[in-house]
Every structure is written in C-alpha cells, then in structure tokens.
C-alpha cells in the first residue's frame, strides 16, 4: 500500500514523455522502495569496541525452528575474529536439546557457554553470564531465549522478565526471511512485548527477492543488520539494502 501510495503520487505530479512511461515507473518504484528501509546503520563490531559498556549485552529472541541459536553462533563467531571476546549464555532452558545445541555450536568456535540445568529460571542463567563476563573481563554476552509464540503467556512474561533485569544493550529479533507474513507479525510481536532494536533474517539465501526484508524493516521500523547465508557459522553478510533492490532487477 505505502509503495502504491508513493508510485502514485509521484507519477502524477508531472506529465511524462511518451514512451517513458516504463522508466520512469522503475525510477520511481526504486526510489518508493529505497524509502521503506531503516536507514539506521548498525555496525555491530564497532559498536561494542566503542562502547563504554563493558560487558555489552546482547539478547536474541525469535520463534522456534527460525534459526536462532545458528545466527549466535555466527555472531558470536564474527566477534572473535575482530578480537571481540565474548561467552554465549543458554537461557533456553525450555526446549528440550536446546542447551546442548548452544554448547555444541560454542564448541565449534571455542567459545564459552554459561548454563544451568534444563527448567531452571532463564533469567538467572543470564543474570550468571552477565557476572562471569564482569568478573574476567569479557567484552560482550550473547544471550540465547527460548524460541516463544507470542502469545504463551509464560514464555512472554519470562521474557520481560529477563529484559526488565538484565537490561540489555541491544535486542535483536531473528526471523527466518522465507515465512514471509508469519515473519513480520512475529517481529511486531515481540516488538510489542521487549522493543526490538535490530534485525537478522535467517535463510536469506533461500529467500531469492528479498520481500521480508523489505516489509519488516518498514513495518516494525527498525534496521536488518545481518542476513543468514547458510549453515556454516561464517555465513554471515551484512545487510546492504542495494543488494535487494537490485535482486527485484530495479
């Protein structure tokens, strides 16, 4: 509706040219597009070597099978090759196997896991991690969530809780590209409930036109700083919005 709207103002402030009328179309639907991403830039690494927060906290929450604990990883991943040290905190402490996956992927990439034991309170794992990275001097915590619908009331209130506690750096919300609409009313949610600040879209590789980036980013308002590319943990890119546009062939 918002790039109908755009198009449409646009197209009829001026008369066009005969045999134009294409063109000018693809310029401005490029243009209506451009205006419906963040514009925000978040440079994940920067920020946390420029940060007087020590440690910076950074807390994912997304629903369950959307590629959660693979983008912490990958994440996690970066930042030790920017000589960011940093630990990974299971605080999906809900899911059955799902401790054991964080420590899995932390083992691939030699990174520590704070955990507890399976139905402990997540937001006392967190709250552990957040003091062991005080207390031997770790750069960043990167906090896993149990994969939650939106509307299990438990789940939710557990995860206020941990925000309300922890009082994290940055929030970001982990979506998996190929769900389209479900993806979106999921970022709204969660929006809702903790105010996410950031974006990664999972499976973007899947994803050939790009269409949830474009509609998240403008419905929820906040930048996508990272696409997931696949399985391996340095599939991992930036988000770079000329990317997209030029995947639609404009």
Excluded at 20 to 43: A, G, R, V
């Amino acid at each position: 509706d918002r790039i109908k709207s755009e198009l449409k103002r646009e197209l009829t402030r001026h008369s066009i040219e005969r045999g134009k009328d294409q063109e000018i179309i693809q310029q401005n639907l490029k243009k209506s597009i451009e205006k419906l991403f963040k514009q925000t830039k978040y440079d994940l690494v920067t920020t946390i070597k420029n940060s007087k927060h020590k440690p910076y906290t950074v807390i994912f929450f997304g629903i369950n099978g959307a590629g959660k604990t693979t983008s912490i990883a990958k994440v996690a991943a970066k930042l030790k090759q920017s000589h960011i040290s940093c630990i990974l905190v299971a605080a999906d402490t809900w899911r059955s196997a799902a401790i054991a996956q964080l420590e899995q992927q932390g083992n691939k990439i030699g990174i520590k896991v704070i955990k507890h034991q399976y139905g402990s309170d997540p937001t006392a794992v967190a709250y552990d991690g957040v003091k062991y990275a005080e207390a031997h001097n770790i750069d960043a915590v990167l906090i896993d969530t149990a994969g939650r619908q939106h509307n299990n009331l438990n789940l939710v209130q557990q995860m206020e809780k941990i925000v309300r506690v922890i009082k994290p750096n940055l929030k970001i919300f982990v979506g998996e590209s190929t769900t389209g609409n479900d993806c979106i009313e999921q970022a709204k949610k969660f929006d809702e409930v903790v105010g996410i600040d950031a974006i990664i879209l999972s499976k973007a590789d899947i994803d050939e036109r790009g269409g949830a980036a474009i509609s998240i980013s403008y419905v929820i308002d906040k930048p996508i700083i990272y696409l997931g590319m696949g399985q391996k943990v340095d599939d991992l890119k930036e988000f770079k919005k000329e990317e997209i546009i030029q995947s639609l062939g404009l």
